[in-house]
Structure formats: C-alpha cells, structure tokens
C-alpha cells in the first residue's frame, strides 16, 4: 500500500507546488517509486515545475471522468526512473473532481507506487479538501509571516477534521516545511522566526528552506531545485527528504551569514 | 428475529450502563409548522455548528402537535430529535411510531411512586417502609477536555459545563462553556465563558494574549486588556457588572 501524502497550505504563493516536486522527486531519487498528483484543476502548475509540460496528454480529470486510464495519463520523469507525474487539467475546474473518482484512482495507484504526493491548490474549498481527504499524512508548507501561519493553522483544523482518517477517528500524521526563510530579517526582527511559528503551530518541523533565487530559475527552467545540489534550497529539500524518511539531520541554513569586510565593502 | 439460544452467549458483548448526561431540550411553544419553522431556521443560523447533529429531546408545551412532519423538519435542520419528554398519550403514540423514545421526569416518577408506595403501606397497616430513596447524586455536568490545539477557525462549546483545554487556543479559534474555562497552552484566540449567561463562571489561562474575553455576555477585546497582563497567566471573571482580570 502506498502512502499519500498531501502538500497543503491554505494561502497561495507560498511554495506548495515547488515543495511537492522536490520533495516527489527527492523521494524517487532515493529508489522509491512514487507519483506526484496536481490537484490544482484549472490553474495547472506543477507540469511547468517538473518540466513536462509539453508531454500533457491526459490529465487527472480524464482519468476520473474514465476518458483515459492512468497508463496513458501517467508522465515518466525523463531524468528520474521512479518519479511520474499526474497533470491537472486547464480547461475544466475543482467541480471535475469527484470524492469517489479520486479515492478510486488513489487507490490504483497505490497498487503500483511507495508514496503518492498530492499537490493541493490554495484555499479551503473543493479542490484543497479533495486533495487532502485521502491522505496519510500531511506536509504543511508556511511562510514565516502571520497570515501565512494563520493559514496554516486553519488548515491544520480542517486535517484533523475533514479528512477519511478524521471521520474513522484517527489522525492524518502532520509536518511543517518552513519556506522562504531569510535569517538576516529573522535576526532583524522583521520575520516570525522558526521558533515563533513552531510555537503557535505546535507541530514536528519537517525542514525549513532558505530564501533564494534559485527557486525561480529552478522554477523557470522546469527542473526541481532538490536536483541543484548547489544550492541552498536544493540541499534543504534533500535534508527534508532524509528526515521525512527518518534520518537524523540537523536544520541547515537558519543563522544569518556574516558578511565578510570583503563582501561587505563590495556591497554583496 | 433468529434464534440465539442454542449459541453459548458471549455475556459481556453487551453492557447496560446508567449514565447522567445533559441534553437540550427544545421546547415548542406552537403546534404550527408554520410559525415553528422560521423561528428555528433564525436560531440555527446563527451557529451552525452548535446546532449540527445535535440530539434534542422534544417539549411539547401544546395541544394538538403532529409529530412526524416536526420531526422531518428538525432533521432537515441537521438536528437529531431522540425523544419526547413527558409526552400526552396521544404523542406518545406517534414518537414510539416516529421510532422517538419517551422521557418522564424522573422526579414526577419518584413521586408516583412514592405515594403508590404509602398508599400500599396503609393497607398493608403497619408494615415498616424502609424508603428506598435512591442515593443522591450530586447532579455534575462532565468537564470537557480538549488535548488538541484548538486551531484556527474551529470552535469548541462544553454544552452544560467546564472546558478545559491542553494546549493552545490559535488566533481565529473560538472556545465557549456553560461554566468554565481553563486553558493551558497559550490563549490567542476568543474565550467565553458562562454563555448561557452563569456569571460566577471564570476563565484561567497560563498565558493571556485573548483576541476577546468574556463571561456571561460581559466582554472585553484585547485592546482593553491591560498591557501588563499580555502573556502571563491571569484569571478572568464578573465583578458584579464588570469584568476584571487579575494575573494568577
């Protein structure tokens, strides 16, 4: 049986669909065999950040709506051997997705992968809560500011109600990625810190990534910023992969570097 | 029904157990659907989320209701009518149809009895009754324990008694109580206590940073909680009319 995992936030841009395919990605790369979904039906995004945009044929609606089975639908990662990708569709919206369609194809899925990442689009309506009710467990991705928490906290309250292992009584198993993370403005004090959020959130910090540019280029270019072992994210994002799978890593990247007289004098 | 005896029964896979549990009652003072229905629609409205599922013993405080459309309706409102308290014979007849149960007071009850019981005595002269007066419960509403972090956008209501919560309440999270409420993670979001208007109920928390307080109606927002007090560990109560906050 695999395990499904929903990447959720409540608020949008915060980094949902860059999470999930690196962390989808992380995962094949260390040999398991695992499928990252878009849940995001209509504002279809995660393609792009895969880079498979342009071998969308059938998409998840089509495989719900039993136009195409999930052989044809399913995107083989060109890089990766055990990564596919289920593509949202543009044309159609969150109503395209059934309760029952979505735990039927779910459930092939599992036959055949290790983990199954769920992609969820922002908000709390249909398509978030479809995304998440099937889940196992749960990665909520926040930005270290208060609307942001909120959010998340909002989401948190939903997970332990609305979801298949609410309504049996048991608990979808929660983690936190903090993203969009710079220490110079924590130790500034014009951002929550790690330990603020984990504070109000109260639940296991899963990873937390570092600020960067390489996220957007990563983006651009269609190829998940955990395969850039260069930078900082990429390396945070593997460490979220390794502790997910439960090993020991200390957090990385949280202090804010020293500017050398250098650097500083070169104004970097 | 099929038959059971030739199997040995396994006794203890079913117990009954006497249990002392609050539940609402809705009284109807209309026997017309008409002026019933919207009345209700307004009450349901306005907390949604108290109201769902709740299972409510029905009063009929009128001559002349019919039961089984009353009952279709408050379904429809998400409540769960479970019985008819000290209903007419007439009612009566139609809840055991409506599959209701039927509740008399059991004070009523031990009366009844009680006067069943010394009439016999007097004509049994001179027998000595020992009154079997069943011990006297303290009638206590349960605490409700919450271990969970109260997140935000939910809200939590101990119907009938004390509330307490483990750990914290979020900002946009809501906690109410018929009696108290304890909070021992941090209180960021809004807690009232005493909503069905007790005003000795109180509020405790290990450390006040409250988006709203109140008691019995009585409310203060927290910009009107003294600054010296945000973040520490303060009890909250009625002071004849107002409201005060002393730190513990």
């Known amino acids: 049986m695999a395990k499904i995992i929903v990447v959720t936030s409540g608020k949008g841009g915060v980094g949902k669909t860059t999470t999930s395919a690196s962390f989808a990605t992380g995962l094949a790369l260390r040999g398991h065999k695992t499928v990252v979904i878009d849940f995001d039906v209509g504002l279809r995004n995660l393609d792009l950040i895969m880079g498979c945009e342009r071998r969308v044929v059938f998409d998840f609606v089509n495989v719900i709506t039993k136009e195409a089975n999930l052989k044809q639908a399913l995107i083989k990662d060109k890089r990766i051997d055990n990564l596919y990708v289920l593509a949202a569709s543009q044309t159609r919206d969150k109503d395209a997705l059934s309760q029952a369609g979505v735990g039927r194809v779910l459930e092939e899925l599992s036959e055949d992968f290790e983990y199954i990442i769920c992609d969820s689009p922002a908000g709390i309506e249909k398509g978030a809560l479809m995304a998440m009710y099937y889940a196992d467990e749960a990665v909520v991705v926040t930005n270290p500011e208060v609307s942001s928490v909120r959010d998340s906290d909002r989401v948190l309250g939903i997970l332990a109600s609305k979801t298949q292992r609410a309504e049996k009584g048991e608990r979808v198993k929660e983690h936190l990625v903090l993203t969009r993370y710079v220490p110079s403005r924590v130790a500034e004090g014009e951002m929550l810190s790690v330990e603020d959020v984990c504070e109000i959130l109260a639940i296991d910090l899963l990873g937390v990534i570092p600020e960067s540019e390489d996220v957007l280029n990563a983006s651009n270019s269609g190829v998940p910023v955990v395969l850039n072992e260069e930078s900082k994210p990429g390396l945070a994002y593997g460490d979220m992969v390794d502790r997910f799978l439960g090993e020991d890593r200390p957090h990385r990247f949280l202090e804010a570097e020293k500017k050398g007289f250098l650097n500083r004098l070169l104004g970097k | ?248």
């Open chain 2, 1 to 248: 029904m099929p038959d059971f005896s030739a199997q040995t029964a396994a006794t203890d896979a079913v117990e009954f157990k006497g249990r002392m549990l609050t539940l609402s009652v809705l009284k109807l003072n209309s026997a017309d659907l008409n002026q019933t229905e919207p009345a209700l629609a307004a009450k349901v409205q306005r907390a949604a989320d108290f109201f769902r599922n709740m299972p409510v013993l029905l009063d009929v405080a009128v001559d002349g209701i019919d039961l089984p459309p009353l009952v279709e309706m408050l379904r429809r409102y998400g409540l769960v009518p479970v019985a008819v308290f000290q209903p007419s014979a007439a009612v009566a007849t139609q809840a055991a149809q409506a599959g209701l149960g039927v509740i008399n007071d059991p004070k009523a009850a031990r009366k009844a009895e009680a006067t069943v019981a010394e009439s016999s005595a007097e004509s049994a002269s001179a027998q000595p009754i020992t009154a079997a007066a069943p011990p006297a419960k303290a009638a206590r509403n349960a605490t409700k324990v919450v271990s969970d972090p109260v997140r935000s956008g939910q809200q939590v209501y101990a119907r009938g008694g004390d509330l307490v919560v483990l750990g914290a309440v979020s900002p946009g999270a809501e906690v109410l109580a018929d009696g108290n409420i304890h909070v021992y993670g941090a209180l960021r979001g809004r807690a009232l206590a005493g909503v069905q208007g007790d005003e000795s109920a109180r509020i405790f928390c290990r450390e006040l940073s409250a988006e709203l307080v109140s008691v019995a109606g009585c409310y203060k927002i927290s910009e009107d909680i003294n600054a010296k007090l945000a973040g520490r560990a303060a009890q909250i109560f009625l002071e004849g009319e107002r409201l005060e906050i002393a730190p513990l």
